[in-house]
């Protein structure tokens, strides 16, 4: 992968919501079988976590 300037980086408020679940992580920290489980109805500061 490689590194942006960070004079390139544009950051922006999200809009949609999208609730993903996955079955385990690669080595190099990709989600392994993700599945969309859907948009969120209230889009709120919902909580991520990583399962060891």
């Given at each position: 992968m490689r590194m942006?300037?960070?004079k390139?980086?544009?950051w922006l408020q999200p809009k949609l919501v999208v609730e993903i679940?996955?079955?385990a992580w690669t080595g190099d920290r990709k989600l392994r079988y993700a599945s969309c489980k859907g948009l969120r109805e209230v889009q709120d500061?919902?909580?991520v976590y990583e399962l060891d």
């Open positions: 942006l300037h960070p390139s980086v544009i679940e996955c079955r500061n919902a909580t």
